[in-house]
């Protein structure tokens, strides 16, 4: 199985542990940069290789431009090896900004890209997801692994291969010029290597979980803050502060014990190195003492012996870099290899929409939540309704009548039976056909963080201003929406807090109306309002409500009453159904609930 995006393909192996091939999930993501990737490691290589010169021109300077026995000589021959050394140093800083730019804008570009990819995949996903996975954690997942990834990608990876390069160069030029000495090195790399290993799984594990931690404290401060005045009524801000506190001590701790073990690897790394860099000068001081090495010669290996362990300690930086970053991958490719149960088959079937209104038939539906396996929200449910029709869906809470509406949107699929629509069965759809043909107004309208004018053309960004306004005077929302300080262009706030409940429900109403749905789904859309509110966002349902069909769940028996037939579910069963004044007359469930309303 594989998730694809622009052309990639990312294995769902792609999550395997451990560090390096962690980080092989980012291969589909690289992939479609090869001649930059290709650019940028040519440049590196001759960074490196500039680099890797200037021992050499060291070693002439030493050895040539001292050694002339005539002053001016000396003069002349210094002036030429300094110019030499200077044209080596600005190759150097010209490949080194070169290669600096390359892969910084490879890590910005990369980074953007797994953002994109996990941020559209997650959309994608059904409600059953979300049962699992708190909405913090998929933003700390977006914001938090993703700047590791760029780190690695944009700087460590870079620095990485380069002193990989570098490291190599210098080993092989050691072991040209100085073969013993180089055995000797050799050995000691393999000491600071071995354990430099073993430091490296503890700091990964510890990496993980510690951004775990911080997931955890991301997840609390979404939920709290979405329910901020519940919070504050409820007199629980110092108990969520509290709670925050726990979750980010319990990161802090995680991050101390992860820092912990990455300073112990630095240490390690640095005390070897300069162990390495001492034997190497010592074994040199020896060897011109003992007149079998030139003072240039020395100069040049020591200085390859500083590029040597100055690259092994670089490497040790890199690896725990690495290690944070194939952590971070292993979660950001986990989300990426979550599978919606629900998607668009292979060859949808194309049907046009039906101007009148949609049919609608359940045959034998029985559904299961995935987080109730036990317990059936829906059982052998067979409901006709025809184009046009009004059906109101009302019954105690928990007998199924929002998981009707969330069938037909085809947010879960049935158990058993099947759906259709304008006899098409609903998976034989595309998702896009499906649920533009669908229009919901919720219980709890939503509103987004933008202005009046974009939040009713959510559901047809096409539509013209006049459209949007048509649409509004006919959800009797235009006199309030012209009220407001910039009419049409007035920011309403995150989630609608610059206005009161009717006047959200009627923006959700017009934005409904705006898309023009042959169904028309309205989800206790009257329940939460005052009086004065529910007669205008009645009046606006009922101009909605024309010419398609509608599917109306409410509490307030009152508001259905002028249904076209009343369906009633008791435990995920249909136990009665017709008219208001039928179902009276057969002194049911539907008879027992109107009269405790009517009562009331």
């Known amino acids: 199985m594989a998730w694809v995006h622009w052309g990639m393909s990312v294995p769902a192996s792609s999550s395997a542990k451990g560090a390096p091939r962690s980080l092989s999930g980012l291969l589909p993501f690289l992939r479609p940069y090869r001649g930059r990737i290709l650019l940028a490691g040519v440049f590196l290589v001759l960074a490196a290789v500039a680099t890797l010169i200037f021992p050499a021109a060291l070693r002439g300077l030493i050895d040539g431009g001292l050694s002339a026995p005539d002053k001016g000589e000396q003069l002349m021959a210094l002036r030429e090896h300094f110019l030499e050394l200077f044209g080596v140093a600005v190759a150097l800083g010209l490949f080194s900004a070169a290669r600096f730019y390359m892969v910084s804008w490879l890590g910005e570009r990369v980074t953007a890209d797994l953002r994109n990819a996990v941020y559209a995949h997650v959309l994608e996903q059904s409600p059953e997801f979300f049962e699992t996975t708190q909405t913090g954690e998929v933003l700390s997942r977006l914001t938090t692994d993703t700047t590791l990834v760029q780190t690695v990608v944009g700087s460590s990876l870079s620095m990485g291969l380069r002193n990989a390069v570098m490291g190599i160069g210098a080993l092989v030029m050691l072991v040209v010029t100085n073969p013993y000495l180089m055995l000797q090195v050799i050995l000691i790399i393999v000491l600071v290597v071995l354990p430099t290993m073993w430091f490296g799984r503890r700091v990964r594990r510890l990496s993980r979980a510690s951004q775990d931690r911080v997931a955890d404290s991301s997840a609390i401060a979404a939920e709290v803050l979405n329910a901020i005045p519940v919070v504050q009524s409820y007199t629980a801000v110092s108990r969520e502060t509290e709670r925050f506190d726990a979750s980010t001590s319990d990161a802090f701790r995680t991050a101390v014990r992860r820092t912990r073990a990455r300073a112990a690897l630095v240490a390690f790394i640095i005390i070897a190195n300069a162990a390495l860099l001492l034997w190497g000068l010592y074994q040199g001081t020896q060897a011109v003492i003992a007149g079998t090495m030139s003072a240039g010669h020395l100069g040049q290996t ?299």
Request: hydrophobic share 45%; net charge negative.
């Open 302 to 600: 020591v200085v390859y012996v500083i590029i040597l362990a100055g690259a092994v300690a670089v490497l040790g930086e890199v690896y725990g870099d690495l290690l944070r970053a194939a952590g971070a991958t292993e979660r950001l490719m986990e989300l990426l290899d979550a599978r919606s149960p629900v998607s668009s088959p292979e060859q949808p079937v194309t049907a046009p929409a039906p101007s009148g209104g949609s049919a609608i038939a359940m045959e034998g539906v029985t559904f299961h939540y995935p987080s109730r396996p036990a317990t059936a929200a829906l059982k052998e449910i067979n409901l006709a309704v025809a184009p046009g029709e009004t059906v109101a869906l009302v019954g105690p809470s928990g007998a199924g009548k929002s998981t009707v509406f969330q069938l037909l949107l085809r947010f879960y699929d049935p158990a058993q039976g099947r759906i259709l629509l304008d006899g098409v069965p609903t998976n034989a759809l595309s998702l896009q056909d499906l649920r533009q043909r669908i229009g919901i107004v919720p219980q709890d309208a939503v509103i987004f963080s933008s202005s009046a004018m974009d939040n009713i053309r959510y559901g047809r960004p096409e539509a013209s201003d006049a459209e949007v306004i048509a649409a509004a005077g006919a959800a009797f929302a235009h006199d309030f929406i012209m009220a407001l300080p910039e009419a049409y262009d007035t920011f309403l706030g995150e989630r609608g807090v610059r206005l009161s409940g009717g006047q959200r429900q009627r923006i959700a109403i017009a934005r409904a109306m705006l898309k023009n749905p042959p169904l028309l789904l309205l989800d206790e859309a009257t329940s939460a309002l005052d009086a004065e509110s529910e007669r205008m966002v009645q009046a606006a349902l009922e101009s909605a409500m024309r010419d398609r069909t509608t599917l109306v769940i409410a509490h307030r028996l009152a508001t259905v009453q002028q249904a076209d037939r009343i369906v009633v579910l008791d435990h995920g069963r249909i136990v009665e159904q017709g008219t208001h004044d039928s179902l009276v007359a057969a002194n049911g469930v539907y008879a027992r609930l109107a009269a405790l309303q009517f009562m009331d």
